[in-house]
């Protein structure tokens, strides 16, 4: 008998996955704890329709993520930045800071988590790596002055 999941059934599958199942097993255990339920034409399809929603989501956010990605490619953000004599900062620039300027300049809202460089300690312009979306990074620049 073939049923269409309604929570994740350990050893059998994950919520929303149409899985073939004993007769047995279907009416005397997941339909009556509401685990599952038989997959007629209504199931089958608000799966379909389920699945093709998901497409489209994900598609559009890679379309964003694309946008995204050709506005910031190589462009520069200023941070400021307190230093001593030598031009050694007080500190360091992170991530965080980072990703705030961005969300500033460019209204482009990117995750700390994503930015990857290394540490700024020094006035200067550095590069670094954002990774936007799965396959889609995109290679910035910092200058830290005053």
Known sequence: MKVVLNADVKDLGKKGELVNVSDGYAKNYLIPRKLAKL???????????KAAAEQ??????????EQNAKLLEGKTIAVKAKAGANGRLFGSVTSKEIAERIKEEFGVEIDRKKIVSEDIRQYGTYGFTVKIYSGITVQMFVFVGE
Do not use: V
């Open 39 to 49: 997959a007629d034409a209504g199931a089958m399809n608000e799966l379909k329709n």
């Open 56 to 65: 489209y989501r994900l598609k559009k956010e890679r379309e964003t993520a």
